[in-house]
């Protein structure tokens, strides 16, 4: 198309106005172009990261306080510090007398002491050893604030702020505030870290002295035992140089050892409180029983216990009970300590026999009193040895001739106590041993014999005693349960005296024994080598053991087995028949001993150390064992927890199993017992029991229907008589009221009828005794009617 040359734009108005919106449009679109260009130029958002500011200095600088303040926080944790300085002080003053006195040559040092010294020693270490490890902890924790400060130290960033002037300026509160802080946290660093090292020194040098003062004592307890067997001193019957019989500054000595022994005391104080605690249990077990008795009106209840030791007040049984096992807490105390316990011991069974024991028996008693006191007050005294060895001469003597009369009575009067008549042999022999090796210049040996000879049987008389006392607080609380629980009131103490008679001759034997071998100055060496075995690992294929483990794991079997024979006895059960309103209790008393039979087990499993994995071969080897013929061992056991937790029989119920008739007397893992009428025990398998149907006519309540049938001759009004009969039968004590009785006449012929009489027992107990006493009442009030009783 061709456009004409003379063709103008004002001509055609469309195409001017079409025109200007390109024009715009296109202009639009360049400023578009232009800015999208601009925009692609603009690099600012890929600046470096790198560059810090402000909020990154500021959190630098909150790790630098959060770093102080941790060092205050950490260093205030450290509160043993003032504690350990006063124990160390405590412990290098008790090493210094140690010290003193193992470098001393003189012979003043005894066996006895010297193992008092090595219990001193051990516990020194352990202490020591106790603050070293804490210092070592604080230590630890005090580099580890100084390796977090050298860390700051190094930080780029850090030590930017701290030389740019302009960052200097810009956190100079921070800077104020961060400085006080420094100052305080060197002062601590630095107080603490110089502490702390001065105590590591001080603990390690104790650490140091203490074993080579334990060594030097091992050496000469070692050299006082062989000296002990050769001629320490002149025969008594030879003169004597008057300097080497000069006294000694015997003063000092008993300074040195009161200071010792103190030291002693409060380093072993643990054993001693147990035994304060366990005397004060003793007290309030028998003052409560005694105060629960007198509430109820009961005391009078205890004459028939015939108690000898026990009263209301139990303050010198009690003391009696804490100085007759003072010696088992502390088996290597100091002598001055054994001592004194000895002589309280003696007055308190003195004052406690007093009124007890006739007057010519009181009297020996106080000869041996007097030959145990004196020796004591002679050495308190300080006497030159050759002094102490004609007096101890004196009282050996003296002793021996009253062990052979005192045993003499002992045997003709046929004593039961056994261990007094073989404590009196020993003391015998002891005395014996003593003189000979007075006069034969053996002085140690003498002390060791003498000493021994009177407290092996002051302290076999003490047990008897504290046994006895053991035995009547046992049975009183016996008495006490049985009155809370309205049992009655008496029972067949002998059987329990019997039984506790056994298990506390047990234990009074073997304290005894280990207080003799104390005394006699091997039971340490004794009980090293036993500990030596007993520890010893033994190997049989892959089965790794000890002795100790297989003791161990029998003894907490045995001591199991005897807590869930006897406890019943605590709580007044003793398994008499007449408890026959108990069954609840009875019952949870059996529960208790499945209780304690298998946590017995368990803990024994836990405590013998045996692996878990040998376990599982046993018990495959039970399974094996289970299938091949035990099984019936298997099925009672299973029955008898069925049995105790289903309570479907329990004790006390009158049951009938099978042809078998009785009261259920014990329910026992394997088997239980009835008690028939005839007094006849019949011990049934609980496997037999379940696979049994079980009449129990008590399960749900003791009541039970009685049948009366007689034959009375006619005529005779009936009315009459069923009113007379219900009259009877109402007027009885064991009725059950709620259910009335029924009489039922039936005729037999024109000469008799049968009267049937039904009524309902309250306790099936004395089903019997009622249904005899209201036939005999029947009887008597028919004849008195005039009817005849065929």
Same mark, same amino acid.
């Given at each position: 198309m061709k456009f004409n040359s003379h063709f103008s734009i004002a001509q055609r108005p469309g195409l001017l106005i079409l025109f200007i919106v390109l024009f715009f449009n296109s202009a639009g679109l360049l400023a578009q172009q232009k800015k999208a260009v601009k925009a692609s130029n603009d690099? %600012?958002?890929?600046?470096?990261?790198?560059?810090? $500011?402000?909020?990154?200095? *500021?959190?630098?600088?909150?790790?630098?306080?959060? #770093?102080?303040? +941790?060092v205050q926080v950490t260093t205030s944790s450290f509160y043993l510090l003032k504690p350990i300085a006063m124990h160390l002080m405590k412990d290098e003053a008790a090493i210094g007398l140690l010290k003193n006195r193992l470098s001393q040559s003189d012979r003043t040092l005894n066996v006895q002491n010297l193992q008092m010294y090595q219990t001193l020693l051990d516990e020194l270490e352990t202490n020591n050893l106790g603050c070293m490890d804490d210092l070592q902890r604080y230590d630890k924790e005090l580099n580890g604030l100084k390796t977090q400060i050298l860390t700051l130290r190094k930080d780029s960033v850090l030590m930017k702020i701290f030389k740019t002037d302009s960052l200097k300026r810009m956190f100079k509160a921070e800077f104020v505030e961060l400085g006080k802080k420094r100052i305080v946290m060197d002062s601590l660093i630095k107080s603490n870290t110089s502490l702390i090292n001065n105590l590591q020194a001080r603990t390690s040098a104790n650490i140091i002295t203490v074993r080579e003062l334990k060594y030097t004592a091992d050496n000469q307890l070692n050299s006082v035992s062989i000296k002990a067997f050769s001629k320490e001193r002149r025969y008594l019957w030879e003169s004597v140089d008057q300097k080497a019989n000069k006294r000694t500054d015997f003063q000092r000595f008993i300074k040195s050892e009161q200071q010792i022994s @103190?030291?002693?005391?409060?380093? #072993? +104080? @643990? %054993?001693?409180? *147990?035994? *304060?605690?366990?005397?004060?249990?003793?007290?309030?077990? &028998?003052?409560? $029983?005694?105060? %629960?008795?007198? +509430?109820?009106?009961?005391?009078? %209840?205890?004459?028939?216990? $015939?108690? #000898?030791?026990?009263? +209301?007040?139990p303050y010198l049984i009690t003391l009696i009970f804490i100085l007759t096992l003072a010696p088992v807490f502390d088996l290597l105390a100091p002598a001055l300590y054994i001592e004194s316990i000895h002589v309280l011991l003696a007055l308190s069974i003195t004052a406690l026999l007093f009124n007890r024991l006739p007057r010519e028996v009181f009297y020996k008693w106080c000869i041996f009193v007097v030959l145990l006191i004196f020796p004591v007050i002679l050495r308190s005294l300080g006497m030159p040895a050759r002094y102490q060895r004609w007096l101890l001469l004196i009282f050996g003597i003296a002793s021996l001739v009253f062990g052979l009369y005192s045993y003499k009575i002992l045997k003709e009067k046929a004593i039961k106590y056994r261990l007094l008549k073989s404590v009196g042999i020993i003391y015998i022999v002891f005395n014996f041993l003593a003189i000979s090796c007075n006069l034969f210049g053996r002085f140690t040996l003498t002390q060791i014999f003498y000493s021994s000879a009177v407290s092996s049987l002051l302290h076999a008389i003490s047990l008897i005693i504290l046994a006895g006392v053991i035995t009547e607080a046992f049975l009183l609380q016996i008495k006490t349960s049985r009155i809370k629980k309205n049992y009655p009131e008496h029972f067949d103490w002998e059987p329990v005296v019997k039984s506790l008679r056994g298990l506390l001759g047990i234990g009074v034997f073997l304290i005894w024994l280990t207080l003799l071998l104390v005394n006699l100055n091997i039971f340490d060496s004794l009980y090293t080598t036993l500990v030596a075995v007993l520890t010893e690992k033994r190997k049989i294929g892959t089965l790794v053991f000890t002795f100790w483990g297989i003791l161990l794991f029998l003894m907490i079997i045995w001591v199991a087995n005897f807590l869930q024979k006897y406890i019943a006895y605590f709580f007044g059960d003793t398994g008499d028949d007449s408890l026959d309103d108990n069954k609840g209790e009875r019952s949870k008393l059996i529960v208790t001993k499945l209780v304690l039979l298998i946590g017995g087990f368990l803990l024994a499993v836990a405590a013998s150390g045996l692996p878990i994995d040998k376990i599982t071969v046993v018990l495959g080897a039970l399974g094996v064992g289970i299938g091949l013929g035990l099984q019936n061992i298997v099925s009672n056991f299973v029955s008898g927890i069925i049995l105790i937790f289903d309570k479907t029989v329990r004790i006390g119920d009158v049951v009938e199993?099978?042809?078998?008739?009785?009261? &259920?007397?014990?329910?026992?893992?394997?088997?239980? #017992?009835? *008690?028939?009428?005839?007094?006849?025990?019949?011990?049934?398998? $609980?496997?037999?029991?379940?696979?049994n149907n079980i009449i129990n006519w008590t399960l749900t309540n003791n009541q039970m229907r009685v049948v009366i049938e007689f034959s009375v001759s006619n005529p005779f009004q009936r009315e009459e008589v069923i009113d007379l009969i219900k009259g009877v039968v109402a007027s009885s004590d064991n009725i059950f009221t709620s259910k009335e009785p029924k009489v039922i006449i039936v005729p037999k012929n024109k000469v008799s009828s049968t009267i049937k009489v039904y009524f309902w027992c309250k306790d099936i107990s004395m089903a019997e005794n009622t249904k005899s006493t209201i036939n005999s009442i029947i009887f008597d009030e028919l004849e008195e009617k005039g009817i005849e009783i065929l």
């Amino acid at each position: 198309m061709k456009f004409n040359s003379h063709f103008s734009i004002a001509q055609r108005p469309g195409l001017l106005i079409l025109f200007i919106v390109l024009f715009f449009n296109s202009a639009g679109l360049l400023a578009q172009q232009k800015k999208a260009v601009k925009a692609s130029n603009d690099l %600012s958002y890929l600046s470096d990261s790198t560059v810090l $500011n402000k909020s990154d200095y *500021l959190l630098r600088l909150g790790k630098v306080f959060e #770093t102080i303040n +941790q060092v205050q926080v950490t260093t205030s944790s450290f509160y043993l510090l003032k504690p350990i300085a006063m124990h160390l002080m405590k412990d290098e003053a008790a090493i210094g007398l140690l010290k003193n006195r193992l470098s001393q040559s003189d012979r003043t040092l005894n066996v006895q002491n010297l193992q008092m010294y090595q219990t001193l020693l051990d516990e020194l270490e352990t202490n020591n050893l106790g603050c070293m490890d804490d210092l070592q902890r604080y230590d630890k924790e005090l580099n580890g604030l100084k390796t977090q400060i050298l860390t700051l130290r190094k930080d780029s960033v850090l030590m930017k702020i701290f030389k740019t002037d302009s960052l200097k300026r810009m956190f100079k509160a921070e800077f104020v505030e961060l400085g006080k802080k420094r100052i305080v946290m060197d002062s601590l660093i630095k107080s603490n870290t110089s502490l702390i090292n001065n105590l590591q020194a001080r603990t390690s040098a104790n650490i140091i002295t203490v074993r080579e003062l334990k060594y030097t004592a091992d050496n000469q307890l070692n050299s006082v035992s062989i000296k002990a067997f050769s001629k320490e001193r002149r025969y008594l019957w030879e003169s004597v140089d008057q300097k080497a019989n000069k006294r000694t500054d015997f003063q000092r000595f008993i300074k040195s050892e009161q200071q010792i022994s @103190g030291y002693y005391f409060e380093y #072993t +104080q @643990g %054993s001693r409180f *147990l035994l *304060l605690v366990l005397g004060a249990a003793f007290f309030f077990w &028998v003052y409560f $029983n005694f105060k %629960s008795l007198k +509430q109820r009106g009961k005391l009078e %209840s205890v004459k028939d216990l $015939n108690f #000898t030791f026990i009263r +209301q007040k139990p303050y010198l049984i009690t003391l009696i009970f804490i100085l007759t096992l003072a010696p088992v807490f502390d088996l290597l105390a100091p002598a001055l300590y054994i001592e004194s316990i000895h002589v309280l011991l003696a007055l308190s069974i003195t004052a406690l026999l007093f009124n007890r024991l006739p007057r010519e028996v009181f009297y020996k008693w106080c000869i041996f009193v007097v030959l145990l006191i004196f020796p004591v007050i002679l050495r308190s005294l300080g006497m030159p040895a050759r002094y102490q060895r004609w007096l101890l001469l004196i009282f050996g003597i003296a002793s021996l001739v009253f062990g052979l009369y005192s045993y003499k009575i002992l045997k003709e009067k046929a004593i039961k106590y056994r261990l007094l008549k073989s404590v009196g042999i020993i003391y015998i022999v002891f005395n014996f041993l003593a003189i000979s090796c007075n006069l034969f210049g053996r002085f140690t040996l003498t002390q060791i014999f003498y000493s021994s000879a009177v407290s092996s049987l002051l302290h076999a008389i003490s047990l008897i005693i504290l046994a006895g006392v053991i035995t009547e607080a046992f049975l009183l609380q016996i008495k006490t349960s049985r009155i809370k629980k309205n049992y009655p009131e008496h029972f067949d103490w002998e059987p329990v005296v019997k039984s506790l008679r056994g298990l506390l001759g047990i234990g009074v034997f073997l304290i005894w024994l280990t207080l003799l071998l104390v005394n006699l100055n091997i039971f340490d060496s004794l009980y090293t080598t036993l500990v030596a075995v007993l520890t010893e690992k033994r190997k049989i294929g892959t089965l790794v053991f000890t002795f100790w483990g297989i003791l161990l794991f029998l003894m907490i079997i045995w001591v199991a087995n005897f807590l869930q024979k006897y406890i019943a006895y605590f709580f007044g059960d003793t398994g008499d028949d007449s408890l026959d309103d108990n069954k609840g209790e009875r019952s949870k008393l059996i529960v208790t001993k499945l209780v304690l039979l298998i946590g017995g087990f368990l803990l024994a499993v836990a405590a013998s150390g045996l692996p878990i994995d040998k376990i599982t071969v046993v018990l495959g080897a039970l399974g094996v064992g289970i299938g091949l013929g035990l099984q019936n061992i298997v099925s009672n056991f299973v029955s008898g927890i069925i049995l105790i937790f289903d309570k479907t029989v329990r004790i006390g119920d009158v049951v009938e199993i099978s042809d078998k008739k009785g009261r &259920v007397k014990e329910i026992g893992i394997r088997a239980s #017992t009835l *008690l028939t009428d005839d007094g006849a025990e019949i011990i049934i398998p $609980n496997g037999a029991i379940l696979s049994n149907n079980i009449i129990n006519w008590t399960l749900t309540n003791n009541q039970m229907r009685v049948v009366i049938e007689f034959s009375v001759s006619n005529p005779f009004q009936r009315e009459e008589v069923i009113d007379l009969i219900k009259g009877v039968v109402a007027s009885s004590d064991n009725i059950f009221t709620s259910k009335e009785p029924k009489v039922i006449i039936v005729p037999k012929n024109k000469v008799s009828s049968t009267i049937k009489v039904y009524f309902w027992c309250k306790d099936i107990s004395m089903a019997e005794n009622t249904k005899s006493t209201i036939n005999s009442i029947i009887f008597d009030e028919l004849e008195e009617k005039g009817i005849e009783i065929l």
